[in-house]
């Protein structure tokens, strides 16, 4: 059997196909090629944002490194503050259990709470009194009058003919009055 192909009557439903299969090829083309674009601008933009968060990481880096520099600093200083000593402490602390009559010409000791005091007061009576003045307050561990004797007041001085108690006082006194700022 012999098929017979009339080019005249099918030439119409022939362009008519390739028409439509060259239109559906040059769609399927631009629709790669745009999405190829798409995607380049895609990888593009994922480089950029990538170099960009890379700068971001170094920047930060660099920052942080400073910042624990800076927070080693201040841990530091929070140390030497956190044992730094207060004589301040101690001197208000003294200036407020020192009666009024009592008066001190010498002092020595250190930060570990012991010292020793050298006084004058009016009165044995008053020698009396400041020890016990001091055995009030609670920050005071221990207390002693070493040696107190009266002497008479020097012409020069403006308290002339009045008796002086002189006394050695050794006053032992809880050191964490001077860790912590008491204002």
Known sequence: MRVDFDWNQHLS?????????????????????????????RVIASELKYRQVSTDIVTLRTESD???AFKEKV?????????????TNFLDWLEKNTLSTVTYSGFSGKSDGIYDLTASANTFREVSWQTRAF???SSVISVNVNEASMQAGDDVTEDAGIAKVNFNLSLKVDPKLFKANLK
């Open 13 to 41: 439903t022939l362009l008519f196909s390739v028409i439509v299969t060259a239109l559906f090829v040059a769609e399927i083309y631009f629709g790669l090629n745009w999405w190829a674009e798409y995607e380049n601008n």
């Open 66 to 68: 400073q910042i624990l």
């Open 75 to 87: 841990d530091a200083a929070s140390s030497l503050l956190d044992n730094h000593i207060y004589w």
């Open 135 to 137: 055995l009030a307050d």
